[in-house]
Nanobody
Framework: QVQLAESGGGLVQAGDSLRLSCAAS????????MGWFRQVPGKEREFVAA????????TYGDSVKGRFTISRDSAKNTVYLQMNTLKPEDTAVYYC????????????????????WGQGTQVTVSS
């Protein structure tokens, strides 16, 4: 089992920045690729960003490319999502997810391929 706990959400204005954190516990953090997803009521969960086990690979959803950055700190068992130039359409509950990965470069954009999920943190961007 892997337990994930997101933090850092809140209410910000358009153009502001915010950094989300996801602390992992329970299993060896370095065995897992990590991802961030987001969801608004009535819509499917949307892929935001992912990072491989070793940070060799990252990938981003089209709507956040150039504005968001995913990173991980293995010493702290934590993955981060730095969000810059926030827009009202970024408003959502943001979820952290972990996927057991057997290659150092593997990443996934599919919710179905993640094994563990956090409870989510709300991000609200006002115009």
């Amino acid at each position: 089992q892997v337990q994930l706990a997101e933090s850092g959400g809140g209410l910000v204005q358009a153009g502001d920045s915010l950094r989300l954190s996801c602390a992992a516990s329970g299993r060896t953090f370095s065995n897992y690729a990590m991802g961030w997803f987001r969801q608004v009521p009535g819509k499917e969960r949307e892929f935001v960003a992912a990072v491989s086990r070793s940070s060799l690979s990252t990938t981003y959803g089209d709507s956040v490319k150039g504005r968001f950055t995913i990173s991980r700190d293995s010493a702290k068992n934590t993955v981060y999502l730095q969000m810059n130039t926030l827009k009202p359409e970024d408003t959502a509950v943001y979820y952290c997810a972990a996927r057991q990965e057997y290659t150092p470069w593997g990443v996934s954009t599919s919710t179905r391929q993640y094994d563990y999920w956090g409870q989510g943190t709300q991000v609200t961007v006002s115009s």
